[in-house]
């Protein structure tokens, strides 16, 4: 889900793991309905996204052990998003990865606000242990584990964990399949578009992409998204160009989601824009 919650929380709890592919589990945490995932090699296991707190986080790992006995190899948080992000406290002794943004989103006050309205205390949000700029790989004995940041979009640090031997690519954020995407303040609307195209790049007619919220989607569904997502962009873009308000945008617009899906990326859409001017207004050269 997305900006960062301000209603009053709904009880945690945790589904049980389902398989989605060999050895790969999904298992679905409330109150935000978030997929994490669990892949599982020879050697280690990797976990994908944390739940909301560090109380979910330890209740996650200890479910873990009700599929495999094989050892917590590493943590993958896909984004800074409470619901992905929060259980980081629950893993201390294992290495946790996530986008080299990741840190910094977790120590701002919009984190923090959060995380007090959550009922969290300011020392509940862990920092991963490393931060990637690109990509990482992961050696789970008779598996390897990819790691992927293709570019921005839900937010600046959207990564992707990819599967190869099960064709199969968690996703975080930059796709759900329960209901449209969020465009929120830290989301990054004019380059969502691109870092999907690059998530269709690594897709063949049979991969599988687990989004953060909703059941596994194929290739067709990443088209859709991707084309509805370009249509945010270029929506966004015309109405700057036409000298729309940004107060008035969300009004005025025409868009492929609903209203309360894109109100929060107008304000960063406007921003990425800031100086092109409004088009169709020829400038005047002053008298010499
Ligand atoms: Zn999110």
Same mark, same amino acid.
């Given at each position: 889900m997305d900006q960062w919650r301000t209603s009053a929380r709904a009880p945690e709890s945790l589904s049980p793991w389902r398989a989605v592919a060999d050895r790969v589990w999904v298992c679905t945490a409330e109150p935000a309905t978030v997929n994490l995932g669990l892949v599982v090699g020879s050697t280690g296991a990797l976990l994908v996204d944390t739940g909301s707190s560090p109380e979910q986080g330890r209740q996650l790992r200890a479910s873990i052990a009700s599929v495999t006995?094989?050892?917590?190899?590493a943590v993958v948080v896909t984004h800074a998003h409470d619901d992905h992000? @929060?259980?980081?406290?629950? @893993?201390?002794?294992v290495p946790t990865l996530a986008h080299e943004s990741v840190a910094g989103r977790l120590e701002c006050a919009d984190a923090r606000a959060s995380a007090a309205e959550l009922g969290?205390?300011?020392?509940d949000l862990r920092a991963p242990s490393r931060g990637l700029a690109v990509a990482a790989s992961v050696d789970l004995g008779d598996r390897r584990v990819e790691i992927a940041h293709l570019g921005a979009g839900h937010t600046e640090g959207d990564l992707l964990v990819i599967v190869p031997d099960a064709d199969l690519? @968690?996703?975080?954020?930059?796709?759900?399949?329960?209901?449209p995407p969020w465009f929120g303040p830290d989301s990054v609307p004019h380059e969502w578009a691109a870092t999907l195209d690059g998530v269709i790049g690594l897709m063949t007619a049979g991969t599988r992409a687990v989004p953060g919220h909703g059941e596994p989607v194929d290739r067709e569904f990443v088209f859709d998204a991707r084309g509805r997502v370009a249509a945010v962009s270029g929506e966004l873009t015309r109405l700057v160009d036409t000298g729309v308000a940004e107060t008035d945008a969300l009004a005025a617009g025409e868009w492929p989601y609903p209203e309360e899906h894109i109100a929060g990326g107008i304000a960063p859409g406007y921003a990425a824009l800031a100086?092109?001017?409004?088009?169709g207004i020829r400038p005047t050269l002053p008298l010499a």
């Open positions: 006995d094989v050892a917590l190899q992000a @929060f259980g980081l406290g629950a @893993f201390p002794d969290l205390i300011p020392g690519i @968690f996703v975080g954020d930059l796709l759900e399949s329960a209901g100086g092109r001017g409004v088009k």
